[in-house]
């Protein structure tokens, strides 16, 4: 499968599947499936640990489905129980987090999607001994914050992959969607388009209404005729800005990150040209194996840099070998 050239310092970890996960969220996509997570083998003999797994997940993204799959996959294999919550508002996601320090839990893996919400909360969380790490979003505030590692792609890495690749292809005038204003992850893989393609513009939407979703980008579209290729951040945001160029009538091509099942079809079938995987079920697995370990010897995995789980570059090329991966639900 063809992959995007990550820079010098990426650290590359082996990692081994099994599974099961505890709790509720409070967003995020469907519940945690233990009775299909097994892939047979034993749980570790070592004292079973609790950790927290925190999100700022919106509701029904199926992105977090494939993460919260990895990590029952460590849980399995390691004897945790993952308390797997999430918010999308990040001063209720720090509540969260408070949350997890008042359980005493062992560990606690987080999302810095808003470095300036969980910074005192994160603090508490070193200064009372839990083990932290980041994943997803936060990789260049990790350290600072007071986590050990930082599991993800590196964002800037990931616009740039996709910018190169739209450049390549003559695209000029690309519109690059983010769904949350302010959140440093997303404004990232727009930078990082942008310094490829310098025609790059930016269009904010409420990704909390997919139907506002639609709407903003049907107009945009209608408005911008010379716009020639609209970028989805995630997968639920790509599918509905294709129904959005359907309702406009464009010719524009759509490219996106991420990737769910109705997504890579959608590749397959032609209606997006490429998308770039960030392999959220590595990035689940790590965070509770990475602390599993922590707690095990004091190992700590990355030798202080962020570990990258991507970026990877999904297109017609190699859909047909990704395809029985989403199908699993890994991918």
């Known amino acids: 499968m063809a992959k995007f050239n990550w820079r010098r310092g990426a650290v590359a970890l082996a990692v081994v599947p099994l599974l099961a996960l505890a709790a509720c969220s409070s967003g995020g996509g469907k519940p945690a499936d233990t009775a299909n997570a097994a892939g047979g083998g034993q749980a570790a003999s070592t004292p079973r640990i609790k950790v927290a797994l925190i999100t700022h997940a919106e509701a029904g993204d199926t992105f977090w489905d494939i993460v919260r799959k990895g990590a029952e996959a460590a849980a399995a294999k390691d004897n945790v129980e993952v308390l797997y919550t999430s918010d999308a508002d990040a001063g209720r996601q720090s509540q969260l987090v408070q949350q997890a320090i008042d359980q005493k839990v062992d560990g606690i893996a987080v999302t810095i999607a808003n470095p300036g919400a969980m910074k005192d909360v994160l603090k508490k969380a070193t200064d009372a001994g839990i083990p932290v790490v980041s994943f997803n979003a936060g990789g260049d505030v990790s350290a600072q914050m007071g986590a050990f590692t930082h599991f993800g792609s590196n964002e800037t890495l990931a616009g740039e992959a996709v910018g190169a690749k739209l450049a390549d292809q003559g695209y000029k005038h690309p519109i690059c969607v983010i769904q949350s204003q302010g959140q440093v992850q997303l404004e990232q893989r727009c930078a990082g388009v942008k310094t490829k393609v310098p ?11 997919m139907t506002a979703v639609q709407s903003t980008a049907t107009a945009k579209l209608q408005a911008s005729k010379d716009a020639d290729v ?23 091509k759509v490219a996106s990150f991420d990737l769910n099942p109705a997504l890579a079809q959608a590749i397959n079938d032609g209606k997006v040209l490429f998308t770039v995987d960030q392999q959220p079920w590595l990035q689940g697995y790590m965070s509770i194996d990475a602390i599993w370990q922590n707690k095990l010897g004091g190992f700590k995995i990355g030798g202080g840099q962020p570990v990258l789980t991507g970026p990877t570059i999904v297109d017609k090329s190699n859909i047909s070998d990704v395809l ?4 699993q639900g890994i991918r």
Do not use: H, M, R
């Not at 025609?199 to 209404?209: C, F, R, S």
């Not at 609209?230 to 524009?252: F, M, Q």
């Not at 029985?324 to 199908?327: A, E, G, S, T």
């Open 230 to 252: 609209i970028i989805g951040l995630g997968a639920p945001i790509t599918l509905t800005v294709i129904k959005a160029v359907a309702d406009a009538n464009s010719p524009i």
């Open 199 to 209: 025609g790059t513009e930016i269009l904010y939407v409420n990704g909390a209404d």
């Open 324 to 327: 029985k991966f989403v199908q």
